[in-house]
């Protein structure tokens, strides 16, 4: 059983940056394809980042050019580097892994609170 748990949360104002981490158990991680999601209240659990075992990545409309995943393979870690924050971008951030477009093969952990305000 994998186990992710997320960190790096936190309350940010407008324009500031974040850096979430996500480690994962298990020897599946260099196998898999690695995603951040986030559920605002209110709304579904959306895709907003993914990278696959090789390192490609592809991003939701709304955070291109703000946000970066990327993964260290030698610490069964993923990281997102959120910049640019919007009020908007408040939700819940969890991560997830799979062999997919959208990696969500494994349970869901707490997750992370991200606050954008000021």
């Known amino acids: 059983q994998v186990q992710l748990v997320e960190s790096g949360g936190g309350l940010v104002q407008p324009g500031g940056s974040l850096r979430l981490s996500c480690a994962a158990s298990?020897?599946?991680?260099?196998?898999?394809?690695m995603g951040w999601y986030r559920r605002a209240p209110g709304n579904q659990r959306e895709l907003v980042a993914a990278i696959t075992s090789g390192g490609s990545t592809n991003y939701a409309d709304s955070v291109k050019g703000r946000f970066t995943i990327s993964r260290d393979n030698a610490k069964n870690t993923v990281y997102l580097q959120m910049n640019s924050l919007k009020p908007e971008d408040t939700a819940v951030y969890y991560c997830n892994y799979g062999w997919s477009r959208e990696p969500n093969f494994g349970s869901w952990g707490q997750g992370t609170q991200v606050t954008v305000s000021s």
């Open positions: 298990g020897s599946i991680f260099r196998s898999a394809a």
